[in-house]
């Protein structure tokens, strides 16, 4: 039983990306990820976004698959960890063989870092 717990942590824990790694990958010559605002609300309602970040809201995401770039590795946030539109947008990209994680903590603990956001 033991082991069974610790398995499933690794994989849940496996399908997350937290910001430092984000934020290195972005500040490289050649970025290393691609940002997906996942959030299902219009422009008006979100404000603000992680700074470059591609908005696709997860409900037209599975739509537009097509468009994106499978040789990428996509981070895909929504406005809370505890929300599911991340993880929608996740299993989504996963199930149709992009490379993807979650954003740890979200847009919220992004922000609540003070790290590069942009109004939209």
Known sequence: M????INFLKT????YI???TVLAGLQAAEPAYTILD???????????Q???AIALPAKDLSDHLDELDKTKTYVVYDWTAGTTLGKVALLTLLSAGFQAFELSCALEGWKGM??????I
């Open 38 to 48: 996942v959030r299902n609300a219009p422009a008006a309602i979100k404000k603000d």
């Open 114 to 119: 003070h790290l590069p956001i942009e109004t």
């Open 12 to 15: 849940y824990l496996s399908l």
């Open 18 to 20: 937290d910001h430092n």
């Open 2 to 5: 033991q082991n069974e717990k």
């Open 50 to 52: 992680i700074k470059g």
